[in-house]
């Protein structure tokens, strides 16, 4: 008996060995669980993090250059860039009759047929999702140089005579504007500059706008008052006109206004928005404004303030011109759904920023119960608008 008792385990013994063991496994399970736990709590808080910092890179390029190969062109009297309304012949369709694709169905109230050429607009909770703010930036590129030609003598309505054409090149995009003209027509390129100067030929099925608004081409070509900006290459594709907003899916877009890749670039291709960064809940934007022309800022404007709506800024050039940089606030998500509430009830952007006149221009964002269950993170930052700096005169 007693040597049976030493080599086999009474009961009680093994109710006992049975309980330790229980409770080894229920504590490495519970371990493995809070690790499990700790890991995607980390991972969704860093995927904020990496989303948040790709979309503030992505959109600190976009800004930066807003006003360029244009803006310089502003002056009191003569070539008229800002402000005036914008036309690319009927394909894209410049100023459009119907809205925007999606996201931006919402811009300028969903009828964008005032669109009017600007370094960079604010639309206000005008995204899809019906908070988020939408941005358009337009800018050309700074090796056109920018500086706006004088029409030297009589045109057609497909060409233009200049002092020389030196600087052009076949499929250049420029935009032939006139002061006290409200419409301003883009067109393409269309012959060597080097072989017809100093004619400029223009024409394509692509851009090129003979007739349109205010404006025709023949009759803008005949007027020494006439002026021809260089923008970019339509097949170099070196320009942006661009509207960027975030859509019910928490997505960030951007949009070509010109839909230069699918009538250039890959012909025949739909149409559509393209995706920049997934995870952004929300994105507003205030203006940087100079208020007393020493080219330095002086205030924060909101694009609901007086003065600063979206069609007071497109239409006026004094306006634009006080523009000198954007704020941008985005509020990113991370993915993973927690099962506790782990997320405050309201987060605050532009937090303690004010207007020219004192008022605040913060944007509260309430989230409800079930937004709460994620994790998110927000990111603040200026983006200075360089060549919107150099009009204004500052350093």
Same mark, same amino acid.
């Given at each position: 008996?007693?040597?049976?008792?030493?080599?086999?385990?009474?009961?009680v013994?093994?109710?006992?060995?049975?309980?330790?063991?229980?409770?080894?496994?229920?504590?490495?399970?519970?371990?493995?669980s809070?690790?499990?736990?700790?890991k995607r709590? *980390?991972?969704?808080?860093?995927?904020? %993090?990496?989303?948040?910092?790709?979309?503030? !890179?992505?959109? =600190?390029? /976009? #800004?930066?250059?807003a006003?360029?190969?244009?803006?310089?062109?502003?002056?009191?009297?003569?070539?008229a860039?800002?402000?005036?309304?914008?036309?690319?012949?009927?394909?894209?369709?410049?100023?459009?009759?119907?809205?925007?694709?999606?996201?931006f169905?919402?811009?300028?109230?969903?009828?964008?047929?005032?669109?009017?050429?600007?370094?960079?607009?604010i639309g206000?909770?005008?995204?899809?999702?019906?908070?988020?703010?939408?941005?358009?930036?337009m800018?050309g590129s700074?090796?056109?140089?920018?500086?706006?030609?004088?029409?030297?003598?009589?045109g057609?309505?497909?060409?233009?005579?200049l002092?020389? *054409?030196?600087?052009?090149?076949?499929? %250049?995009?420029?935009?032939?504007?006139?002061? !006290?003209?409200? =419409?301003? /027509? #883009?067109?393409?390129?269309?012959?060597n500059?080097?072989?017809?100067?100093?004619?400029?030929?223009l024409?394509?099925?692509?851009?090129?706008?003979?007739?349109?608004?205010?404006?025709?081409?023949?009759?803008?070509a005949g007027s020494?008052?006439t002026?021809?900006?260089?923008?970019?290459?339509?097949?170099?594709?070196?320009?942006?006109?661009?509207?960027?907003?975030?859509d019910?899916?928490?997505?960030l877009?951007?949009?070509?206004?010109?839909?230069?890749?699918?009538?250039?670039?890959?012909?025949?291709?739909?149409?559509?928005?393209?995706?920049?960064?997934?995870?952004?809940y929300?994105?507003?934007a205030?203006y940087?404004?100079?208020?007393?022309g020493?080219?330095t800022?002086?205030?924060?404007?909101?694009?609901?303030?007086?003065?600063?709506?979206?069609?007071?800024?497109m239409?006026?050039?004094?306006?634009?011109?006080?523009i000198?940089?954007?704020?941008?606030?985005?509020?990113?998500?991370?993915?993973y759904?927690?099962?506790?509430?782990?997320?405050?009830?309201s987060?605050?952007?532009?937090?303690?920023?004010?207007?020219?006149?004192?008022?605040?221009?913060?944007?509260?964002?309430?989230?409800?119960?079930n937004?709460?269950?994620?994790?998110?993170?927000?990111?603040?930052?200026?983006v200075?608008?360089?060549?919107?700096?150099?009009?204004?005169?500052?350093?």
């Open positions: 008996m007693r040597r049976a008792r030493q080599n086999g385990m009474t009961l013994e093994l109710l006992v060995a049975m309980g330790i063991g229980v409770g080894v496994v229920l504590a490495i399970a519970t371990l493995l809070a690790g499990e736990n700790h709590t *980390t991972t969704s808080t860093n995927d904020a %993090d990496q989303t948040g910092t790709y979309a503030f !890179n992505a959109l =600190d390029k /976009l #800004l930066r250059g006003g360029s190969g244009f803006a310089q062109s502003a002056y009191s009297t003569g070539p860039v800002l402000g005036c309304r914008l036309n690319a012949s009927t394909s894209p369709a410049l100023p459009r009759a119907t809205a925007f694709p999606s996201p169905a919402g811009f300028l109230g969903g009828a964008p047929s005032n669109l009017r050429v600007a370094p960079l607009v206000p909770a005008q995204s899809a999702d019906g908070q988020s703010d939408v941005i358009m930036v800018s700074g090796s056109a140089g920018g500086v706006s030609r004088q029409i030297t003598g009589s057609s309505s497909t060409s233009l005579v002092d020389n *054409t030196i600087g052009f090149a076949t499929s %250049d995009l420029v935009l032939v504007s006139q002061n !006290n003209i409200t =419409d301003c /027509l #883009l067109e393409e390129v269309s012959a500059p080097l072989t017809t100067s100093p004619n400029l030929t024409g394509s099925t692509t851009y090129y706008t003979s007739n349109s608004g205010t404006a025709s081409l023949s009759t803008l020494t008052s002026y021809v900006t260089p923008l970019g290459n339509a097949v170099v594709n070196n320009l942006q006109m661009l509207l960027i907003g975030v019910t899916k928490d997505t877009y951007s949009y070509d206004l010109l839909q230069n890749v699918s009538l250039v670039q890959s012909p025949g291709s739909t149409d559509v928005a393209t995706p920049i960064s997934d995870g952004v929300r994105m507003h205030i940087g404004v100079d208020t007393n020493n080219g800022w002086d205030a924060w404007a909101s694009p609901t303030d007086t003065n600063y709506d979206p069609t007071t800024v239409t006026t050039a004094g306006t634009q011109q006080k000198i940089s954007v704020r941008v606030s985005l509020l990113v998500r991370g993915e759904y927690d099962k506790n509430v782990v997320s405050p009830a987060f605050t952007m532009f937090s303690g920023l004010t207007n020219a006149g004192g008022a605040s221009v913060a944007q509260p964002v309430n989230l409800s119960n937004d709460q269950h994620y994790r998110y993170r927000l990111f603040e930052f200026t200075p608008l360089r060549n919107m700096i150099l009009l204004a005169g500052g350093p």
